[in-house]
């Protein structure tokens, strides 16, 4: 169904859309780069709004969110339609295509959160959250109002311009932002973006709700040391205890490159740990994913696979003192 879009100015006939970095100009009945964006009559709608073809309750370990609620559950949900393009995309199926959806209105899918057992919220993942700004901003502010406690997740690539996310941040509790790259070149060829507005999302979401990264290392691409010491530097500088998860790449969509060495993987979050408190290694076997005082080392959160056990009673380490910063 259509639904009024915001965030757009008219350019004549055309319309100018503001929600993203692409700021793409629209003509008549044509799409955006996210393909669900489309100028109706001079004047932006969204075909998306409430449309889900994804819903479960996951881990929020999944998101991969390891610092927020551990251990509890997160009722998940997504749409369709990307404003990247990215050649290992592993929801292309959903992501870059329109796929079979079903309509929720915003009232229902607070309660379906409300009724759940063990549910902490809901987690807007699977394709990519910021196409969806309107549902997403009207869903969370609903689910707000009713129970305050209730949590609202992001997991995102952080390519939306400053004012809607500045409206938005105050219904978001956490997000999970991939930072895909520290190379301007690497956006552009192979996620079809670009790095400066990502980076401008993580520095505008710091302190203003829980925040991870998620970089995948693809096999040639982004994996050199060089790059992984850019990216952790910078979060680093940000915030030691941002966590970052470095995801092992494997073949997907239109990337055939051979999966990222494991050694390299090894390496990676050695160099990471040089700058950050936290470094987790996804998409791998037999690797410990668990969460250490960065102080004095005692075991915080014992993890295996997506099922975690706290040993906090809060975010302090109940060994040293230590302000972990984890939100349980």
């Known amino acids: 169904m259509l ?52 819903m479960a309750i996951d881990p929020i370990e999944k998101k991969p969110l390891y610092h927020f609620k551990p251990g509890k559950n997160i009722l998940s949900v997504g749409s369709f339609g990307c404003n990247f393009s990215c050649d290992f995309c592993q929801n292309y199926s959903i992501a870059q295509y329109k796929a079979n959806s079903k309509y929720l209105p915003p009232e229902e899918l607070v309660n379906r959160c409300l009724d759940l057992e063990n549910n902490i919220g809901i987690a807007f993942t699977y394709n990519e959250p910021s196409i969806w700004y309107e549902y997403i901003y009207e869903t969370s502010k609903q689910l707000k109002e009713t129970d305050p406690h209730a949590g609202v997740v992001l997991v995102t690539n952080g390519y939306i311009e400053t004012e809607p996310l500045l409206e938005l941040l105050p219904y978001i509790d956490a997000m999970n932002i991939d930072l895909k790259s520290f190379e301007q070149g690497y956006y552009k060829k192979v996620c079809g973006g670009q790095l400066g507005p990502v980076l401008t999302t993580i520095k505008n979401a710091v302190g203003k709700c829980h925040i991870e990264i998620t970089t995948l290392l693809v096999n040639g691409l982004n994996d050199s040391k060089e790059e992984v010491e850019q990216i952790a530097s910078y979060l680093g500088n940000l915030d ?3 966590p970052l998860h470095l995801s092992r790449y494997f073949p997907s969509y ?21 700058h950050l408190n936290y470094v987790y290694l996804g998409n791998m076997g037999d690797v410990d994913t668990s969460t250490y005082c960065p102080k004095c080392g005692r075991l915080l959160i014992e993890r295996n696979n997506f099922f975690a056990n706290s040993h906090m009673g809060s975010n302090i380490c109940p060994g040293c003192g230590f302000d972990t910063r984890i939100l349980l």
């Open 254 to 274: 239109k990337m055939d490159n051979p999966p990222t060495r494991l050694e390299v993987m090894l390496e990676s979050r050695d160099i990471a740990k040089k």
């Open 240 to 242: 030691k205890n941002i």
């Open 3 to 54: 639904h009024d879009a915001l965030f757009f100015e008219k350019h004549g006939d055309r319309v100018k859309c503001l929600l993203c970095p692409h700021n793409c100009i629209i003509a008549e009945e044509r799409f955006g780069l996210c393909s669900v964006r489309t100028n109706k009559d001079g004047v932006l709608k969204t075909i998306n709004y409430g449309e889900i073809t994804a």
